[in-house]
């Protein structure tokens, strides 16, 4: 899948070291409900069942890499995937040193033209912190609407906050 700057690809085992540096970035858990750190080997079990079809797995992550130079700058993950309802959840990073290029907006254009067109789906939804203000605009810019407010939802270091519901009907 490609547009403007950007294309989609699936995961290649020539990602683990990539995967293994974003996944264990303790500055994203917060983000990702991540509170532990994965191995190599739990990543390269995830990079071989990614290869299976998203019905069978309930998932879907694809590397966000810059058309040109096939740098890898971030990923887009559908998740909680549901075929009989038609829906799942989104996700996306982007590198710290390649954000506020325009990668986040045009990855997540084509994925959700992707999740709507081929995979049949009706509806996709965020979960955003109410302070990740990037994402929110992101998100709604994309044509999400927030639906949904979730009161004291994620714990963090600075105690518990918010987390937007974000949601797009096809």
Partial sequence: MQQEEILLRA???EDIDLLYQWENNMEIWE????????????????IEQA?????????LRLIIELETSHTAVGMIDLFDFDAFHQRGGLGIIIHRNYRQKGYARQALELFTTYCFNNLALRQLYANISINNTASLALFEQAGFERVGIKKQWRKTKDGFIDECLYQRLR
């Fill in 51 to 59: 290869q299976l079809d998203v019905f069978q797995t309930k998932q």
């Fill in 11 to 13: 995961l290649e085992p």
């Fill in 31 to 46: 983000v990702s409900n991540t509170l532990t750190p994965f191995s190599r080997h739990q990543l390269k079990t995830y």
